[in-house]
Structures are given as C-alpha cells and as structure tokens.
C-alpha cells in the first residue's frame, strides 16, 4: 500500500533524525482515528504567547521554524507606532512543556500568516503537510490548539465550505464546522490522514468568526518570509480587474475571463496597454476563467505570486464597434505598494508624525487613490490632526493632501520630511502648506511653537547600536533645540526605523564634554552605551551636570552611568531596562522599574518602546524648561 | 366593522376665553358669552371638517435591525407603528410622517371608511421624516389643502386632526390648540403648542381649514418645507401636485468664500479684515466678472469689511443682499495688486434633469457645483442624482451593495458614451427600442471606473 510503503521510505530517512511524522490510515473507526491523530500529532503543535495575546502552532521543520497566524506574532503597533510592530518576547511552549523563546521572520495580516523560530536542543518533530487544493466538502477535519501550553483540545467536523470569499479575506479560504476558538488559533486543520490542510483562523478583526486559510497559501508565504521577511507581492500596477458572472457575460458577450473595470491613467498598466473595459482571457499562456469570487481571488493569486521582475503576458479582448479583437499585453512585474488598509505587507506605511505640531501624514498608494477616490497628484495625506493642535488651529484635516509646503512640490514622505525638518529646525515661524480637499485648493499656514528655542542640549550617544536615537534627534531639532551629539569617535551611526542607517559627524568628543556649556545632558542608550559606563570625562561630566543643576536624562543602559558617576543621586528615584536593573541596585540606587522615572531634573526611563521614548523626552523637555542657565 | 364617527372633543383653553370675555354679570352679556363660544365652536368645527376626509388610520409593520449570524440567519426585530396618513394625491397617494426604508417594511394596512386596504411605500425623504404611500385599489379620497405655514403666528389657534385607531369607535379626533411658539431648528421650523404630543401624522389646520403643521410623533413641523419635499416625491411618482408651490427665483453668484486664516494672514502680510474667495463655479456671475479663487475681498460697494475672522463673513453677509438682478461691486486683493469688479446676481440654474424610467434612475447635467461638491474626476458624463426605489436599478448586488447610487456618473451606457444629457438622452431611447434584458452600465464613482450590469427585467412598479 502506498501509505505503508511511504511509512516504510520516511522511516528510513527519518533514522538519523529520530523522529518521522505520523500519517494514519484512513479506514479506521472514527473514534480511533481521533485519538490516534491526537497522539501523533501532539509533539508537532505548540503553544505560542507573548505579552498581548496567544495562540497556537505547529511545527514546520525539525529545526524549529513554525506557522501560526499573522496576528498571533503581532506586537503593539500603537506604542510603537508602526504597522509593522511584532511582539517582543514571543514564548513558544512544547507539548512535553518545553519553553523557547522565539523571534519572528516574518508575518502577515491578510493572508494571517507568520513565520517563527526556535532554537532547539534536538531536532523537533513535524506535521505532515497535506494539499489545500484537493480539498473536498464533506470530508472529515480536525482543529488542533494548545492555547495555553498545557490545555490541548482536538475539535472535530467537516469542511463546510473550500472557498468562502465573504470574509474579505485577499485568498478564499476553508470553512470548517470543527469549533474554532481563540485558543487555537494559529494551529492547524488536520485531514483526516492527519495532514495539515490549513491555518486555524479565529477573531479577524475581533468578529468571533472561524475559518482555515488554505496551507497552499501559508507555504507560499512561508518561502517568501524566509527569503526575505515578508510577503512580497507581485504587481504590474494599477489595474482592478471583477469577475464575470452570467448577467454581466450576457450584458458584455463574453462569458471567460475577468473584466478590467478601471486602469490608473499613466500607471504601469496603463502603458504595457491595459485599458478599462479590457477582458483578460489568458494570462503567460493559461485560460483565466472567473464566473465567481473565488474563482477570481485564485486568479489574483496567481498573479501576486509571480516573481518581481519577471514578465507576465496577457492576452485581452477589446471592443471596437460590435466586434472583439484579441490583444497581447506584456509587462515587466514590479513590487506592489503595501495595502495597510488591508494588512497587506503588513507594516511598511508607518505614519510620519510630528507630535508637537499635532500632524500625522502618510504616503499615497495608488490602492489608496482608488479606494479613497483621490486625485492622482504627488502628495502625502493627511491621516492625524490632533484636535487643539497647532495643526488643527490652520484648519487642515485628516484626509487632505498636502502638495506643497511654501510653495515647494511634496511628491512623497521622504520630500515632505526633508521639507518641513529643515525649516523646523531652523525655526522658521510660519509655514505655508497647500492642500487639496476634494477639489478645493485650501491655503494654509502653521504656526509652530518652538518651546526649546535658546536650549542646548548635548545628546551623549554611542558610536553604534544607540536606541532610538533617531526619534530623541528628531523631537529636539525639531523643537528649535541645539543639539549636540557627543561620542567617543568621530562619526555616529543612526540607524532608521527603516533599516536604513545613516553616518553622521560628532559635533564633539565625550572628552571634551563641558556640562555647563548645556541646558541638559541626556545620555542615549542601545547596547552600545554600555562602553560608557566608566568613562571618567563622562562620569565627570554628570557629576558637573548635578552639581550645576542641569537636566539629567538616560535611557536604558544609559542610567547606569548616573548610578556609576554620582553616588550623591542614590536618594533620586530612577529606573531603566529590566536587564540593566541591578547595575543600579548594586550602587545603592531606588530602582523604582517604571516606564518613565522623573525625580526634580533627573529624568530616566526603560525605553521599552517608542510610545515610552516619547513619554519619556515630554518629562525631560520639562526639565530642560526648567533647568537653571 | 367599527362604526365611525365623528366626534368632536374642543378642550377649550376656557382660560384664555373667559379673560376675554366680560366678566360682569350681566345676562345679556352672557349671552352674548355663550353665542360667542357656540360660534367659536362651530368655527373649529368646521375647520377640522375640511380636512377630516382627507385623514386616514396608517399601520405600519416594520422590522428593522438584522443580526447576522455565522451561518447566515438574521434575526429581525418586529415592530408595528401606527399613524395617520394625510391624502394628498388622486390615486391613493397618502402623506406620511415615516422615513422608512423599504427593505424594513413588513406590510402597510390603511383603513379608510370602515375598509382596509393594502399600501405600499412609494418614497421616503430622512430629511424632513415623510414618507409618500400608495394604496392599491384605493377608493375616491378628498385631497388635503395646504395653507401657508409662514401666516402662523404665536398666539393663533389652530386644529389638530387625527385618525385615532381601529378600536370599537373608530374615531378622528381633533386637538384644539394655540401656538405658543415658533422654533427654528436645523431641520425644519418646529410648532410649540398648548398640545404635547399629539400622535404622529396629527395635521394641523388654521381656521380655514387649511393644513399648516403636522406632527412628526415627536415634534410638530410647519409644513411649507414638508409640501416641497411632497411635490418633489409626486414628482419623482409621476404626480403632478395639485398644491404645487410656485419655486421662487434664488439669487445666485456662484462663488463660495471662507474666512482667511490668521497664520496664513500672518504668513503672507494679508489684511485681516476680508474674506477669502474659495471657489468661483464655471459659468457663473462671478467668472464672468472675473473673480477667481484665493482672491481677498476687501470690500463690497465701495464699504470696507471691516471685522476679522469670523465676524467678517457675517459682516460680508450682510453686505451681499442678494437679488436676481443686482449689480454688486467687490475690491479685491489678488497677488498684491487690488482690482475693482462688478458682478450681477443671477436666478441659479438648475441643470437639466431627465428620468430614465425603464432603468429608475434620475440624471442631471454635470456642473460645476456638483464637480466640486462631489470632487468628481470628470465633467464628461452625467449625474446619478435619484435611484428610483423599486426599479431595476435599485437592486442591490451581493452583500447589499448597490449598482448605482446617487453620486455616480454614467460615462457609458451599453456601447455608447454619454458624455452630455443629450447623449444619454439617445442612448435611453435606443436601449428602449432595444429588446435587451441586461444594460452595462460604464460609471466613474470617486474618481475611478466601475462596470455594473442592470437587469432591467427586475423591479419596476408592479402590483403584488
């Protein structure tokens, strides 16, 4: 028998390895089949938390790399202000108990899907992984979840459905009447073989459905989270194509293919040739038939999963009086734009915000335009006024776009922050912004406050691998401040939120560092910082800075050299990173493990995340307010 | 059956007619007391006489909120409403005080002289809370007549008609009362009355028997804003109204203006005492005079505006007067430079309209309002102004999406573009000569193109 002789072939394999995964027969009694399915395939699921939530898993391969969904692996996105934000101390549980801290390398909100891994001591055993397209209604399925690391529950049913679209899911996906719950969401849907046919999904968006995306889907993007850490979509931008049921087949002619129902005018598509109206019957050589949903959801598919750069071929009829020709269209497939509306690509539109002025803008996609009905100019869009802002007294709102800014054309993110840093660093009082509302040109101006103007503050800043120091740069240039950045080399690495880090000159060295030439010292913190903990101008540099009364900042590892510096600050509540903690209790110093610590003008924090960075730098800002001259 | 009649129930504000009566006593005076009663009496009577035919006993049966399920099932909350119904058309057009929604209505029963009769909901406008029914089979009913409601004044009396329900006696009541007040809200201009209350669809009438106010259930309206939206609802029905109110000319400029901002003022060194031009509509006085957006305006016939932010529109207000015909002059600042221009009121053009009747849709021109207003993309097409509800176009899609919806511009109809109402106009004629089943429909909605097919063999006004 072909199961018996595969068992026969993996065993074989599996000697070195120990471990082979389990496949049942399918023939056995419907209790049996339960139970033993239980017991093979418990070591594959695991248990997966973190601080905000949790969910389940399974084992993928038997170096550790393991599935569960996209949001399972999701981290606070408001504190750190970014889309793309994954939780920070994910634990994967065993079923044998075994803890094991797990980084994530990759994940996804639509389709749900994320990548994880561990570090084994031993090779782990996995699940068997079946095929999503074969699928049949009917047939028998079981959800398996651990959702707390010691409750394991097996649910039992069918597959009610192998292609629900009304989820608005960007793949169809499974249904299944096995219970679906919080708990084990993330884990897998067994068939009855005891192949994984699927992800269980539970709470998209928090609705209390459940649903299987397909594994075919998840195996997809597993490959890209490993090539490259995340779901790169294939594109030949912007074309939006709806399928062809039989009243629009009779209402068109044509009853195969998909209907292009609208091409952005200048875009990609729209060069290589498509046009609204078009009727996509072949793409690179295959039939495209769509008369359902589901059918063109499996025809997006299969052009987002295409590889970027390669070229796809399509072949459209057009219409020209009453009769149709046939037109051949090639392009070259390009990235598309991340779709955070739909958590598509989850992550890569964060939102560029300036607190103080009480903005938020974010970049336009061509998705955006046409979901929003927004007029194809270069801009960004207003997505945050913060009411009683400076921003919201120049009467703008959420959803302008703004195109200029004094008259100078802001096509994208990165021109409107150049922009708008340099005149805010320079402390321009007024400045000008064009935005468009509909079809209105509004002119406007801003105000903006700049409460630090006059300060200095000497920012103490590791040559390498400083935290957040791109945000703490921002917020004082940005406020009318004179920053210098002090290290103890002649160049500074900032590193981006994006990945892109960026060189910069020191504008002096630790040194020379004269504390009364300053309103504050704030000692940036990364695990570079901790080069400093003994550095004697440095340690000096405090002792002045206390003595002359200045404001006094660190954060994380940075707090450190207070509590080395100045013995005279052990009555000064302080606080850092969890992991530096007992630097400061060795030296006698009150830990109080606050996010934020403020003690008169000596301000510290953990520096956990970016919320706490900025709750952080509005405490200190008070101190350099305060601080004596 | 029940057996109907009328009764008349005057609780009289005794109060109000005692002071004004002589209290001496004096049997000749009283007398004349009580012929002054009996007249007044009679007066009220037979105001509320001329509108009695004209009310009739609504019930509604809605359900409304449904809860879908997993698996599909919605769950409906049933409710049924009663309210008097106000004849107002041959046919058996009845006025009604609900803003129902089709797909939330059970059934509709109208009892009319002791029969009951099946209705159906013909329109409905959430704005002024009327809806417009259509009784099938309905026998001969008395048209309301509608008085101006601006004649109301505080302290007049005024009489309250209503059908009161289905029960033993079938009654029409009547509710004397005074104004009290006149309140304007931003909806329509609301009635306080020495009634509270009174049920919904109670139609008031002046002592000419003429309709003045009818209460919503919660509010009493005045009715002149009530009487256009039912003319544009007779309309839209295929009606004409018989109390059409003649539409009087407005005044129009075509130009929209704001207040100039104070940072932007500072920004630029603009003076503060001026209002800012936003949009100048194509075609209209304002272009022609030249006016153009972003210009300030200083001062209007030779007078200086002379108060700051939003005090100056109030001012600037003022200063328009606006009049068919008047020549109004604006100073202007434009780029540093001041210019003088002279610009004359107009009567504001209304765009052509067209009712596509075998598809349900209303059109009208594309202008330049409409272009701004709804930040549409192109000009070239028409405007979906009314989906006829009911009609082959207002069959909702998948998921209770709509096909077309007002808003939308028709750019193709079939093969054939429709750039301008002329040539829709011809491609409507054509698709009617046309035995086609199904019409695609090319529609630019918020700046991009959607394709959507109408069957035109569903909906339509067929008889259940």
């Not at chain 1, 595969?6 to 339960?34: M, Y």
């Not at chain 1, 017991?39 to 898993?57: F, K, L």
């Not at chain 1, 209604?137 to 959800?143: H, I, K, L, N, T």
């Not at chain 2, 409409?370 to 192109?378: F, G, H, P, S, V």
């Amino acid at each position: 028998m072909q199961t018996t002789s595969k068992r026969v072939a993996l065993l074989a394999l599996a000697l070195a390895l120990c471990l082979s995964p389990a496949t049942i027969p399918a023939q056995q009694p419907d209790e049996e089949a339960g139970a033993k399915l239980f017991a093979n395939v418990d070591p594959a699921v695991v248990a997966v938390q973190h601080e905000r939530a949790g969910g389940s898993g399974f084992i993928v391969s038997s170096d550790g790399y393991i599935i569960t969904n996209g949001h399972v692996a999701q981290g606070d996105i408001e504190a750190d202000e970014s889309p793309k934000a994954v939780a920070r101390r994910i634990t994967v549980i065993l079923s044998n108990e075994k803890r094991y801290k797990a980084r994530v390398i990759g994940h996804s909100l639509d389709p749900d899907v994320a990548l994880l891994k561990i570090e084994p001591e031993e090779p782990l055993q996995t699940v068997t992984i079946g095929n999503s397209d074969t699928v049949k209604p009917g047939q028998r399925s079981y959800a398996y979840g651990m959702p707390t690391g010691l409750k394991r529950t097996l649910t039992a049913g069918i597959v009610s459905n192998v292609e629900r679209t009304d989820l608005h899911t960007f793949t169809k996906v499974i249904q299944t009447d096995a219970a679906i719950n919080p708990g084990n969401s993330g884990g897998p849907l067994f068939s009855e073989k005891g192949e994984v046919l699927g992800i269980n999904t539970y709470g998209r968006g928090g609705e209390g459905l459940g649903f299987t995306i397909p594994i075919n889907v998840a195996m997809v993007l597993k490959d890209h989270f490993m090539s490259r850490g995340y779901f790169r979509r294939a594109a030949l931008p912007f074309f939006v194509t709806r399928y062809i049921d039989d009243e629009l087949a009779a209402a068109i002619g044509v009853g195969d293919g998909v209907l292009i129902d609208h091409v952005e005018a200048g875009s990609l598509a729209a060069t290589a040739g498509l046009a609204a109206g078009d009727i996509i019957t072949e793409m690179n050589g295959r039939p495209v038939v769509a008369k359902t949903e589901a059918a063109h959801r499996d025809f997006v598919w299969a052009l987002v999963t295409q590889p970027v750069g390669g070229q796809v071929k399509f072949k459209v009829l057009r219409k020209s009086g009453e009769q149709f020709s046939a037109v051949e269209i090639e392009g070259t497939l390009v990235e598309d734009e991340p779709a955070v509306e739909h958590g598509w690509q989850v992550g890569e539109i964060d939102e560029l915000r300036y607190d103080d002025l009480g903005l938020g803008v974010k970049p336009v996609t061509a998705l955006s335009r046409y979901l929003y009905g927004l007029p194809n100019v270069p801009c960004v869009r207003v997505t945050t006024v913060r009411s009683g802002s400076r921003t919201a007294k120049a009467e703008m709102r959420e959803g302008d776009l703004v195109v200029a800014l004094d008259d100078v054309n802001v096509g994208g993110v990165e021109e409107f922050r150049k922009e708008l840093d340099k005149r805010l660093i320079a402390c321009q009082q007024y400045i000008r912004f064009t935005v468009m509302r509909g079809n209105d040109v509004v002119r406007t101006a801003i105000k903006p406050y700049y409460d630090l103007k006059g300060k200095r503050v000497a920012l103490v800043v590791p040559p390498r691998d400083a935290e957040h120091l791109e945000t703490i740069l921002r917020f004082f240039t940005t406020n009318g401040c004179q920053v210098s950045i002090v290290s103890s080399e002649p160049k500074v690495v900032i590193g981006s939120e994006k990945g892109k880090s960026e060189e910069v000159a020191a504008d002096a060295q630790i040194d020379a560092l004269d504390a009364n030439a300053f309103d504050g010292v704030l000692i940036v913190g990364g695990k570079g910082a901790e080069a400093f903990w003994q550095q004697p101008a440095l340690l000096q540099a405090v002792k002045n800075a206390v003595a002359a009364k200045k404001a006094l900042g660190a954060v994380g590892t940075g707090a450190v050299v207070l509590a080395n510096a100045e013995p005279a600050l052990a009555d000064k509540k302080m606080t850092t990173a969890e992991e530096y903690s007992r630097h400061l209790l060795d030296k006698g110093m009150k830990f109080t493990g606050k996010d934020v610590e403020r003690d008169g003008n000596i301000v510290t924090t953990s520096g956990f995340d970016k919320r706490i960075i900025k709750a952080f730098l509005a405490q200190y800002r008070a101190a350099v307010l305060h601080a004596k001259e | 059956m029940e057996h109907r009649r009328a009764v008349v129930i005057v609780c009289l504000a005794a109060v109000c007619l005692c002071t004004s009566l002589s209290c001496k006593s004096s049997t000749s005076q009283e007398l004349d007391g009580a012929k002054v009663v009996r007249a007044f009496q009679g007066a009220v009577a037979s105001a509320a006489e001329k509108v009695k035919p004209s009310v009739v006993f609504v019930e509604a049966s809605t359900r409304a909120g449904a809860d879908e399920t997993e698996t599909g099932r919605r769950t409906y909350r049933s409710a049924t409403i009663s309210v008097t119904g106000l004849a107002v058309a041959d046919g058996g057009f009845l006025l009604v005080p609900l803003a129902l929604k089709p797909e939330n209505i059970e059934r509709i029963r109208v009892w009319i002289d002791e029969t009951e009769y099946e209705a159906n909901l013909r329109d409905s406008d959430e704005k002024t809370g009327v809806g417009l029914l259509q009784v099938q089979d309905p026998p001969q009913l008395v048209s309301a007549v509608f008085g101006d409601s601006r004649q109301v004044q505080v302290g007049d009396f005024i009489v309250g008609v209503n059908a009161s329900g289905k029960e033993q006696a079938f009654e029409k009541f009547l509710e004397f009362a005074s104004v009290k007040g006149k309140v304007q809200t931003a909806l329509l201009d609301e009635l306080r009355t020495t009634v509270s209350y009174p049920p919904g669809g109670t139609v008031f009438v002046n002592m000419n028997g003429e309709i003045v106010a009818m209460s919503l259930g919660n509010r009493i309206s005045l009715t002149n804003e009530i009487r256009e939206e039912l003319g544009r609802m007779l309309a839209r029905a295929g009606k004409e109204d018989p109390n059409l109110i003649t539409e009087k000319k407005k005044p129009w400029l075509g130009v929209t203006y704001a207040k100039l901002g104070d940072e932007y003022a500072d920004a630029v060194g603009l003076p503060k005492e001026s209002v800012l031009i936003q949009r100048v509509y194509r075609d209209s006085p304002a272009a022609q005079a030249g006016l153009q957006t972003h210009d300030l305006v200083t001062a209007v016939d030779g007078r200086k505006i002379t108060k700051k932010g939003p005090q100056a529109l109030g001012e600037f207000e003022k200063m328009l007067k606006p009049e068919v015909d008047r020549e109004i002059k604006f100073s202007i600042l434009r780029g540093g430079a001041t210019l003088e221009l002279a610009a004359k009121f107009q009567e504001e053009p209304k765009p052509r309209e067209f009712r596509a009747e075998k598809i349900g849709i209303i059109v009208t021109e594309i202008t330049d309002i409409q272009w701004y207003e709804k930040a549409l993309d192109t000009r070239e097409g028409v405007l979906v102004k009314q989906v006829i509800p009911g009609s082959p176009a207002a069959t909702s899609k998948q998921f209770g999406e709509k096909t077309i919806t007002e808003g939308n511009v028709i750019v193709k109809l079939g093969n054939v573009p429709t750039p301008n109402m002329d040539k829709f106009i011809e491609a409507v004629r054509a698709l009617e000569k046309d035995a086609a089943s199904v019409v695609l429909v090319t529609l630019a909605r918020e700046r991009h193109y959607a394709h959507e097919v109408i069957n035109l063999q569903i909906g339509g006004r067929g008889k259940k």
